[in-house]
């Protein structure tokens, strides 16, 4: 199989797949009623047309993990707490990325809303005790951004890595950051954890002290739209070693949630509706509401305002985008009195990456901010739920799931009085240590491998 993205004739990860595959699935399966449970379902392969961290970027022991974050690791979990022996006992926790729900819309033609309750339905069917949405966690994410986006933009004359600051929401984007652009790039990622992460820290951290359960007594699964949110899943700066215990412990994409639907002969629209659970005892979630961003959590559209606003004292309401060399990669800016004082990016796709990070190099970049995602079309598009059987775009499908998300209602993470409570009652007060040490980690450069030139775009 020839490796999509880098120059080697033989991709090894595939190789390192097809080699290690069967070992980890029979220390999966480690007995009979599991494997009846389970005996329909793909093994978890992820191919370099579905994850953009290739082996350059991807070691031997990243690799087995990454595989065996696969629908049997939930199914261990539920034939776990059906044994007799309670001190092994799990709590489940599912939590749902909101780009993945209008994928389960579209497939099964109901609303967001509908698509959200019964999958929450269909989760508790099967012993999972706890399902929530991860916007919450997003809102936090985006005001640390907007917060750190402010302070680099008045440090620009005084610390050289300053601007641009590069958004660091996309995993993909972040591993190859880290292992192909390494120095150059790495300093200028903004410091705040992404949504998957920072919703880890909300269920082991939060979630599990008010409910008396010490981290590694609860189970958590995120399931999201794109294979790369696996290999995030295991990074060292999201792990507790007191409690052996990762923030999230498995990554299910949207479209291996539809394999064990299947598999049970299974449609969402058969599934009984049930309220998705809140981090905040018996509160449940009313309606799924969204951020700014047609295609993403909208990180560009709210530093963009939030800074038009602290630092210009401007308030925009609409943001008018000019698409540049192709609908991936457009920019927004910001006059005053005549002059640009604010120029943002969006760049979706690594054939746009690669442009501007050669725009970086060159010393010609203009951007004070990229929300840099590596999809093409943005999180939506994510190769674990917008594909055809045969692994193509279904575009169709596509368009269908932009149309439903843009019609759920928006809602700034300033007026979420949860966050504001979380802020004070978790978080010792928004500019608290506890809140650099929890909603912020370090990204930086590891050893090299290749040469980012020689990579095909």
Known sequence: MKCENCTKKECSKKQKNDDKQNASVDTLSSNDEEKNEFHKLANAKIFLSDCLACDNCMTSEEGVRVFQQNQKELFRILNLNKKCDVSKHKVLAVS?????????????????????????????????????????AADFSILESQKEFVQRYRQRNQEEHALPMFASACP?????????????????????????QIMGSLVKGYFARQQNLSPDKMFHIIVAPCYDKKLEA?????????????????????????????QKNISMTDVTEVAVDSLF???????????????????????????????????VDEIAYKALK?????????????????????????????????????????????????????????????????????????????EMYAAV????????????KLYQDWLEGMDSKKVQETLHTKYHAMNQTVNSLDIKW
């Open 96 to 136: 749902i990325c909101p780009q993945s729900l209008p994928y389960f819309a579209a497939k099964f033609n109901i609303s967001v809303n509908d698509a959200a309750k019964r999958l929450c339905g269909f989760l508790k069917s099967l012993g999972v005790h706890y399902v929530f949405d991860t916007t919450i």
């Open 172 to 196: 993909g984007w972040i591993r190859y950051a880290e292992r192909v652009l390494t120095n150059p790039v790495t300093p200028h990622i903004c410091t705040a954890k992404s949504p998957q």
């Open 234 to 262: 295991l990074r060292e700066d999201f792990y507790t070693a007191l409690y052996n215990s990762q923030d999230v412990d498995c990554v299910l994409t949207s479209g291996e949630i539809v394999q064990i639907m299947e």
């Open 281 to 315: 005892g018996d509160i449940k979630e009313v309606d799924i509401v969204r951020h700014d961003g047609k295609r993403s959590d909208g990180y560009l559209e709210h530093i963009f305002k939030y800074a038009a606003k602290e630092l210009f004292d401007m308030d």
């Open 326 to 402: 192709n609908k991936d990669f457009q920019e927004v800016a910001l006059e005053k009195d005549g002059e640009t004082v604010l120029r943002f990016a969006a760049a979706y796709g690594f054939r746009n990456i690669q442009n501007m990070v050669l725009k970086l190099k060159k010393g010609k970049f203009l951007y004070h901010f990229v929300e840099v995602l590596a999809c093409p079309g943005g999180c939506l598009n994510g190769k674990g739920q917008a594909q055809t059987e045969d692994g193509k775009l279904d575009k169709a499908l596509l368009n269908q799931m932009e």
């Open 409 to 420: 209602p928006v809602r700034l993470p300033e007026t979420n009085m949860y966050v504001q």
